[in-house]
Each structure stands twice: as C-alpha cells, then as structure tokens.
C-alpha cells in the first residue's frame, strides 16, 4: 500500500466539525484504492493561543515538515484578533514551505442553485501568487494615539513571484482552453501592477496555444457576476485572488462549497490544503456546516499526492451525493454535516463498482 503521512489541524469553529467528515471519506477512499493515509492531529488554533499565547509551539514548523501534507479545517476566534490567527499560523506554513500557488477551483454543481439566474456551467480556476504582493510584513505604524498617526503597508513584487505564479497558471490554461485572465489595477496602482503585467505577458509568451488577456481588477469582479462561465484561468496577485475566489464561490451558489491547495509545485515540502470558508462560530457545534470545501480539498491533496484516481473517485463521491439532494442548509438541502457525510461515503461505495482504473474515471450508474 502506498503510505503517506498527513499533518491535520481542525483548528476553530467548524473546522472541527468538517476536518472529521472529510477524513472518514478519505479513509474510505483510500480502503478502495489501497492507500495508507496515517493522520497525525495538532490542537493548535485558537483555543491553543489562549492557553499559550500563540497558534502553535515555537517548533510548530519544523514538526509539520516531517509529513507529505497539511490539511488544516480552519481558524479563527471572537477571542483572537484575525492578524493574530492569521500570521500565528497560516502564513508562516505558506511561506516557510513555499507554498507559492494557491489554487481555487470555481465550479457549478449538479444539485446546487447558483443565485444568477443565467444556466451556463461555471469551470474555472484561480492561481493566486501566494507569498507576496499585498500581504507583506513592511510597513508599521508610527504615533500611536496622536492626531498625525500613521500606517504604512507596502507591496513587494518580485520577478521571481510574479514569474512563478504565471508560469503555473499558463500551463493549467494550457491543459484546458488555452485561455489566461491576468487581474491587474495599472491604471490605479502606478508601480507594482505595471511591473506585474510585463512580467505576466513575457511568461505567457512561452506558451503559443495560450490566449492572455488583462482586465482591470474592478471590471473582472463584474464579469465574474455578470458571464463567469467564459472564463478558463485567471491569474492573480495575493489580494486580488483572494477576493476574486470568494466571489467565485459565492456565483456558484456558497462559499461552503470552495476548496483550495496551498501548494509547493517542486515538492520540496508539504503543501497544505484547506476549504475557503471561515470557522463560522455562529453555527459551530450545531451540526449545520457545509463538508463540501473540505472533501474537496482531500480531493485536491489526493490528486497533487499522485493519486489522480483516488481524486476523481472522492469528487464523483460528493458531487453524486449533491445531485441526490443530500445537500446542507447554505446549498438550500436539510442534511447535517453527518448527513451529508454519510451520503458521500454510501456514494463512494456505490461508484466503485464502475470504477475503471485504466481509464482514471469514475461513472455514476
């Protein structure tokens, strides 16, 4: 059997409602494929930093680096201000392991209703640059509590960052449509996005069958409400991805739904895996949470773990159990996250009948 090594941390609200329910579903998944995933679990989050004033210990990192992945659920508190949960944590994972690429997929579901009222089937994915442009740590903040108090934050583009992001991006387009969105804002922002578009269009240049086109920031974030289903890939920086995708969820009918890869493409370290979502504390503990993002993200693990059929299989799995009705109260159905999580096993079983590992697919009978 082929054995991998997963580093899990539920961390707050939901997230530890949805990290259980995908496990059980990938530990089926990986009976049916003969995988040996073993699950190591770490309480760090909130309920970790009241205790000891910090998201994870001091050799937090360096214990994560041991294992083939992260797959984390999600963080977040009333009690702990979001900079602190976010930089505590999450961002050091992706900067420490290079965790480069942040990959969205955007994409409608049988037995899910998308609030537009257009039928077109939405199919995209957003690359999002992952470890610079507008999350950067320079700037800081000068006269606290006087009447000239100020903040500084400043973007870092580099060559290197720009380049990277892409050239992932470009060779995703290049597997699907062959065509590449770049969000920019040049027109506004006089330095940075300028430099992001040279470096974009030099990348793109390199891939012949790939079509590139720019649209203005603002604009985009209209044609991803007004026609989203004639986008392929779009390719963003740090912030503007990050906004982009939650749109993009939220057309194809709930942020619940959205998965993600946090991802190191060399495979020098563990790349990370998380849903879009929040912890939600106003739901959390009342068995209402969505499991797909999070199902989805094991999906997408499996799939960057080498198991492009194990993959297919669990996203078969979810997207069956949605078309059967099964679907939680943010996607407009009556299940609970359990509900909903027993339904995905059941179909799991039910598709490995017709499950052909020639051909890598998984068929609905």
Request: charged content about 20%; some cysteine.
């Amino acid at each position: 059997m082929t054995r991998h090594s997963i580093a899990v941390i539920a961390g707050d609200g939901i997230g530890n409602e949805v990290v259980p329910a995908a496990i059980e579903c990938l530990e089926r998944i990986a009976a049916v494929h003969s995988l040996n995933l073993e699950f190591t679990y770490f309480g760090w989050g909130s309920d970790y930093y009241g205790r000891h004033g910090r998201m994870m210990p001091v050799d937090g990192l360096e214990q994560l680096a041991r294992h083939d992945a992260i797959f984390l659920g999600a963080v977040g508190s009333p009690d702990v201000s979001d900079a602190e949960s976010l930089w505590g944590l999450l961002i050091p994972i992706r900067r420490e392991f290079q965790q480069y690429i942040n990959l969205r997929p955007v994409k409608t579901l049988d037995g899910v209703a998308s609030p537009l009222a257009a039928k077109h089937p939405i199919d995209l994915l957003i690359v999002r640059e992952n470890n610079e442009g507008e999350y950067s740590e320079v700037g800081g903040r000068m006269y606290r509590g006087l009447p000239h108090e100020s903040a500084v934050q400043e973007s870092v583009f580099t060559r290197l960052g720009v380049s990277r992001a892409a050239h992932f991006a470009s060779v995703l387009a290049a597997s699907r449509r062959g065509h590449l969105t770049s969000a920019t804002k040049s027109n506004g922002i006089v330095h940075t996005m300028p430099f992001w578009d040279e470096i974009v269009e030099e990348t793109v240049r390199g891939y012949p069958g790939v079509t590139l086109t720019s649209e203005l920031v603002d604009a985009l974030a209209a044609h991803l409400v007004l026609k989203p289903w004639t986008f392929d890939v779009i390719v963003a920086s740090n912030l503007f991805g990050d906004i982009l995708s939650d749109l993009g969820s939220s057309v194809t009918g709930s942020i619940g739904l959205a998965p993600s890869a946090n991802l190191n493409p060399e495979g020098n370290f563990p790349s990370l895996f998380e849903p879009v979502h929040g912890s939600a504390p106003d739901i959390a503990g009342k068995g209402l949470a969505n499991p797909v993002g999070q199902i989805w993200s094991g999906a997408m693990m499996l799939e960057h773990l080498g198991h492009p059929e194990a993959a297919a299989h669990l996203q078969a799995a979810f997207e069956a159990a949605l078309r059967d009705g099964f679907g939680t109260r943010d996607v407009g159905g009556t299940s609970s996250t359990s509900e909903f999580t027993a339904a995905v096993v059941t179909s799991i079983d039910a598709l490995s009948a017709n499950y052909t590992l020639s051909s890598g697919r998984v068929a609905a009978s």
